[in-house]
């Protein structure tokens, strides 16, 4: 793994067994002190253990992201334990029932934009003084489904749609400090929540999963899914000095499965 992170603190939220891990795990091999934050410790644990197992640091914040004074914890621990941060990953997210936008529970999109989009304005703000002393990067975890005209996906397409117009306002705005926010865009991930619906439909049908995964994957110009390692490789460029003139901007990794 190159050391495109080599000393920098990168704060990653949102972190379980799926991408979030990937993107914490990559970041330490690239070099990064990594702070986890997910409100399920045995997961942050879980993963901090993995970390130090391969010789990085990494240090867990157990958080509510949408409590304030969670929060607040969290960027505190962060500047009291390494004393900087460089870069903040966003990956916190839930996923709304597959339903109409029309016929969606109110409370229900409510506490979805809670922490699909308001979560990571908060976040950012906190942290804002550090990443501009850093001269720092911010990355949103968006979804394909920006892209895509899938039925029953309203809601959460509100909710992307709006951090992905966050993650464009704060770069306009935090630029001038020197600070670079952009957002990635994964489509169908190749891990546990992807694999259970593959696993679900083939059941259904009766087939092997194998053929469920390649009708999606003919989708794709690839003619595969992309796994998580391969978004996080993403994040991190973005992260990276490597990417110091890209700002405002939404990468998409999807195998093809939409051109942007």
Known sequence: ?????????VVVSGVGTGLGRS?????ALAGA??????????????????IRDLGGTAVSVPTDLTDDASVTNLAESAL????VVDAVVHNAFVQPPHERLLDAEFETVRQGLDINLLAALNLTRKLAPALERSQGSVVMINSMV????????GA???MKAGLLALARSLSVEMGP?????????PGYIWADRVKRMVEKQAAQRGVDPAVVYAEIAAGTDLRRLPEPDDIANAVLFLASDLARAITGQCLDVNCGHAHH
Not at 146 to 153: A, G, V
């Open 1 to 9: 793994m190159p050391a495109l992170l080599e000393g920098k603190v």
């Open 23 to 27: 993107v914490a795990v990559r970041g």
């Open 33 to 50: 002190r990594v702070v986890l934050a997910a409100r399920t410790e045995s997961l942050l644990t879980e993963v901090a253990d993995e």
């Open 80 to 83: 009291a334990e390494f004393g």
């Open 146 to 153: 920006l892209r895509n005209q899938l039925p029953n996906f």
């Open 156 to 158: 959460y397409r509100v």
């Open 177 to 185: 400090t020197g600070v670079r926010v952009n957002s990635v865009a």
